[in-house]
């Protein structure tokens, strides 16, 4: 069975930065395409960004410029660097897998999300 | 980018009976894709619905999605105590991707 697995969350303070990753097992990392959703608490899901098989990247226009997802295929983790960090960023961050028959192009992708992480918790607040 | 609506947004249901669960579209969805997500307090999203009506694996036929255009709905049939979650409706036919606010559904 497909395992993801988050880390890197915790308490930062406004205008700070971190990196969480997401380390994948179970099945092949590298052809498929994968995202970043985030749940603030009590609150409904938002998509953060998403990274092609190849490293073709989108971003949800809230995170643009203060957020990089990247890859490394040769470790199977996947990673979202967050900078200038915001009361507003405070969430539980999940990685995702695209499914089968997802794409992604340079202008943007296409795919639901089959496989879920268990999340990490980040607070930003001073 | 396309809003979508999910209504109601609590359902109050006893077991045995039938759950229907609606989400509108902004716009037209994209090749009807259009997924639905069951969430579980403390856990994660899981996969319900994807392609408006193909039902993931792992999932009973009680549950089954329809619609196309703007209009989706998720139904669920004879309810079962593990039922009872929030589930939440997004399209992906291009980003970026949306979700709608989601339907709590609780027992009555």
Redesign the interface.
């Known amino acids: 069975e497909v395992q993801l697995l988050e880390a890197g969350g915790g308490l930062v303070q406004p205008g700070g930065s971190l990196r969480l990753s997401c380390a994948a097992s179970e099945f092949t990392f590298s052809i498929y395409g994968m ?1 970043w ?1 985030r749940q603030a608490p009590g609150k ?4 953060v960004s ?1 990274i092609s098989g190849l490293g073709s990247t ?1 971003y ?2 809230s995170v643009k410029g203060r957020f990089t997802i990247s890859r490394d295929n040769s470790k199977n983790n996947l990673y979202l660097q967050m900078n200038s960090l915001r009361a507003e960023d405070t969430a539980v961050y ?1 990685c995702a897998k695209f ?1 089968v028959g997802s794409n992604c192009n340079s202008f ?12 990490t918790l980040v607070t930003v607040s001073s | 980018e396309i809003v979508l609506t999910q209504s109601p947004g609590t359902l109050s249901l006893s077991p045995g009976e039938r759950a229907t669960l609606s989400c509108r579209a902004s716009q037209s969805v994209t090749s009807s894709y259009l997924a639905w997500y069951q969430q579980k307090p403390g856990q994660a999203p899981r996969l319900l619905i994807y392609g408006a009506s193909r039902r993931a694996t792992g999932f009973p036929d009680r549950f089954s999605g329809s619609g196309s255009g703007t209009d989706f709905t998720l139904t669920i049939n004879r309810l079962e105590p593990e039922d009872f979650a929030v589930y939440y409706c997004q399209q992906y036919g291009g980003s970026p991707f949306t979700f709608g606010q989601g339907t709590r559904l609780e027992i009555k």
Request: aromatic fraction near 30%.
């Open positions: 995202n959703v409904g899901l938002e998509w998403s989108h949800a226009d999940f499914g943007t992708c296409y795919g639901y999300f089959d496989w879920w992480g268990q999340g």
